[in-house]
C-alpha cells in the first residue's frame, strides 16, 4: 500500500492534533469492464461544478433549457465527474490520464485515495498514457511535494500534444483566466521529459494499444483503442464531455474545445467508428464510472451508459 500522504491528511491530522488522520476516502467507483485479456476499471479523481453560463454556450433560444433540464443542469450548475481508468493487462497496470493533484480545484484530486482503497498500489503502475495535458488530466503526477507519484513508470503522449504545450504558442492560445494551464503543463512536462515516449495516430504502442487522433478538443488530443476479442474499448478523454448533448449534438462544442470545428468533426467521425464497429467508450467527464456504448437511431446518436 502507497505509504504517501496528502496534503488534506496532513492538515486534517494538525486540526485535529493528532499525529495523522485520514478523510474518509471516496467510493471506488464499481463495475470493472470485464475484457477477454484483462480488467478495464474506473477511479473518482473528483467532480468539477461548472457554472452553467460555461456550459455549451452556442446552444440558443428554447433548445438552451430544453437540453440543460434534459441535462440535468437545471439548478445552474454542471456537475461533471473526472474518472480516471486503470487497464490491468498482463503484468501490466495502465493508467489513463492521472486526474488533477491538489492544486487545480478543491474538489478534484482524490485518484490516489480512490487507488488506496482499492488496494492498488501507485507505485505498482507500469505505464501512464496522456489523452491531453489540461490539468484535470495531467497535474497530477505529483503529490503534495511535488515528487512524481510513479517515478518508475513509462509516460506515453501525443508528439502534438506535447509540441503545443511545450511551446509559446499555448500561453499565446489561452483566454484570459487560464493562463495557469499553460504553466502548469509546462512544469509537469519538465518532470516527464526524460521519462515520456511520443505516439502518433496509428501507433501501437503495447499490444494491442492503438493510438486514434481525436483533434479539436486541445492539439495533440488523443484517444486510446484497445482491442479485445471480447469487448474493444475506446479511451475517449474529453472527446466527448455530456451524456446526452455530446451524442444528439456532436456539431455544439464543449466550452474547453480549443478548436470547435475540428473537435465536432472528431466527435461524428468517432461516433460513426464505435457505432460501426461496437466499441465501447470510457470517458473522462460521461457520468461515472464513464463506461458506455453508442447507438445510432436515424439520424441521432445515443449514448447509452453501461450500467443502463
Ligand atoms: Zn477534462
Redesign the pocket.
Known sequence: MSKKLTRRQIVAGTVAGITIAALPVPAVLASPLSLANGKMSSFSDGE?NLPVESVFYDIVGNDRNKFLNAAGVSDGVWR?P?NVNLLEIGNRKILFDVGSGNNFLPSLGELPAALDAAEVDIGDITDVVFT?A?P??IWGIVDDFDDLLMPDAAYYISQGEWDFWDSDKAMNAMPAGRESFAVGAKSRFDMLRNKMSFFKDGDEILPNIEIVKTAG?TPGHSSILIHDSGHSVLVV??AF?HPIISFNHPEWHDP?DMDREESALTRKRILDRVTADKISLAA??LPSPGFGRVEKNQAAWRYIAADS
Open positions: 468539477m461533471r473526472v491531453h489540461h484535470d488530466h478538443h478523454g474529453d464531455t474547453a473522462t467527464h
